[in-house]
């Protein structure tokens, strides 16, 4: 079966220690995307990717970083200078920027800092 | 800068019942426009989408009108169903081409409860 996948579904970390987040996409999708949802907000981008060894940021990227080493994964690390990290963080996956398409989200990953 | 904006937090229907949930942007570099349905811990899943070269896209029980004009786009659910009961997201999407291509801009989201 195709799709995103997030793992994992709950992480628990102490404040001042970075975490790695995991997003893979088994549906040959050139773009991907990293969004964070707070309670009553929107989806807010924080970094996306339209192509390997390539990636942007988004509205809110500031204490997070991103790599792009393979088309199936896009991994988002919440570094110690992201100040309110505790969230929901979705993945997403598209055929990217040659057409309009719809994005497929992954089950996200609830980030939990202590 | 809210470029997408869900102005109604919530909205509640009965069973059989429209609803009709609302979006407005302001960047008239938005020419693709799609609604997504969320449960809570879930991540969206993609319902309706339109291009600005339509005014109307149907699917079954739902369709999302597109006023270029006003900056408004809707979606209309009939008849409603509890299971409707969820967050809907608006997001738009830049022109093909232009330096943000592929940049998908949400709004804040408005949960629809629908009673039995």
């Known amino acids: 079966d195709g799709g995103i996948t997030q793992s994992p579904k709950y992480l628990f970390r102490k404040e001042g220690q970075n975490v790695t987040l995991s997003c893979e996409q088994n549906?040959?999708?050139?773009?991907m995307y990293w969004y964070r949802q707070d309670p009553g907000q929107g989806l807010r981008l924080i970094y996306y990717?339209?192509?390997?060894?390539?990636?942007q940021k988004g509205d809110i990227a500031e204490g997070y970083s991103v790599s792009r080493e393979k088309k199936e994964s896009f991994p988002l690390t919440v570094t110690s200078a992201q100040k309110n990290p505790t969230a929901f963080y979705l993945c997403?996956?598209?055929?990217?920027?040659?057409?309009?398409?719809?994005?497929?989200f992954g089950q996200g990953t609830r980030l939990t800092v202590v | 800068d809210q470029q997408v904006k869900q102005n109604s937090p919530s909205l509640s229907v009965q069973e059989g019942r429209i609803s009709i949930l609302n979006c407005d942007y302001t960047?008239?570099?938005?020419?693709?426009f799609l609604w997504y349905k969320k449960y809570p811990a879930e991540g969206p899943t993609f319902l309706i989408s339109?291009?600005?070269?339509?005014d109307k896209n149907e699917d079954g029980r739902f369709t999302v009108f597109l006023n270029k004009s006003a900056k408004h786009l809707s979606l209309h659910i009939v008849p409603s169903q509890p299971g409707d009961s969820a967050v809907y997201f608006c997001?738009?999407?830049?022109?093909?081409?232009?330096?943000?291509?592929?940049?998908?801009?949400f709004g804040q989201g408005t949960t629809l409860q629908v009673k039995p």
């Open positions: 997001a738009a999407s830049p022109r093909l081409g232009s330096s943000n291509t592929g940049k998908l801009i």
């Open positions: 997403a996956s598209s055929w990217g920027t040659a057409v309009n398409t719809e994005a497929f």
């Open positions: 960047n008239s570099m938005f020419d693709y």
């Open positions: 339109i291009s600005s070269i339509k």
């Open positions: 549906l040959n999708h050139d773009a």
């Open positions: 990717s339209q192509i390997v060894n390539d990636f």
